[in-house]
């Protein structure tokens, strides 16, 4: 079945410095999408990837969608203490979901 | 997006034991999904729990152990059978958004019940 994997599973930064998390999937994926759970909180939607070669941005933060829609990036730039958090890719097949692990990233002020 | 009231926030269970998840919708869905995220883990689908209709389970997943309701299309409750500390987790449901273009389920998530088992 559809594998979703993600890397790496634990990131610690300085305040001011880049982050990328990636997602691979083992299967063709109709869309991609990413979420954000805070320490404590729930999983939050950020954004959802459809497109070939697809790249989004929101302020800081960047994502792409490979061309033959199979992994995924998220890249935040220049990294701030609210990043703090777990960010989750969710990979989709027709109606079938699944999440990656999860990159933890912390930031040291 | 829907707003999801989802209680209890957390309990502490002793083993044998059963407890229910309550979740709350401000609005009709056509679909409620119950997550299992266990410590430090990603998340997993339970079931898709559909009004009128017996839930969905996941592979891994079954009924007796996870019995769901759906009364109607705001509300849902999943509860934890013969609860082990295994079933230490925390549970998660979760709405449809509406907003893919795609087909994909866009997920609105509850606040989650966090559970421990002694």
């Known amino acids: 079945g559809q594998q979703v994997m993600q890397i790496p599973q634990y990131q610690h930064v300085q305040e001011g410095e880049d982050f990328t998390t990636y997602c691979n999937s083992s299967?063709?994926?109709?869309?991609i999408q990413w979420y954000k759970q805070r320490p404590g909180g729930h999983p939050v939607f950020l954004i959802q990837l459809v497109k070939s070669g697809e790249v989004k941005k929101q302020k800081r933060l960047t994502f792409q969608f490979g061309e033959a829609k199979k992994n995924s990036s998220l890249h935040i730039t220049a990294t701030q203490t609210t990043d703090v958090g777990t960010y989750f890719c969710a990979g989709s097949t027709g109606a079938d979901m699944r999440f990656g692990a999860g990159t933890r990233l912390t930031v040291k002020p | 997006s829907a707003v999801i009231s989802q209680k209890p926030s957390r309990d502490i269970c002793q083993r044998g034991t059963s407890l229910t998840i309550q979740c709350q919708v401000d609005?009709?869905?056509?679909?409620m999904f119950w997550y299992r995220q266990q410590p430090g883990q990603s998340l997993t689908l339970i079931a898709t729990a559909n009004q009128g209709s017996e839930a969905t389970y996941e592979s891994g997943f079954v009924i007796d152990k996870f019995p769901i309701s759906r009364p109607n299309l705001t509300f849902s409750t999943l509860t934890v059978s013969n609860m082990s500390p295994e079933d230490s987790s925390i549970y998660l449901c979760?709405?449809?958004?509406?907003?893919?273009?795609?087909?994909?389920?866009?997920?609105?998530f509850g606040a989650g019940s966090r559970l421990t088992v002694l």
């Open positions: 979760s709405v449809d958004q509406g907003q893919s273009s795609s087909g994909a389920n866009v997920l609105t």
């Open positions: 609005s009709q869905v056509t679909m």
């Open positions: 299967t063709t994926l109709s869309n």
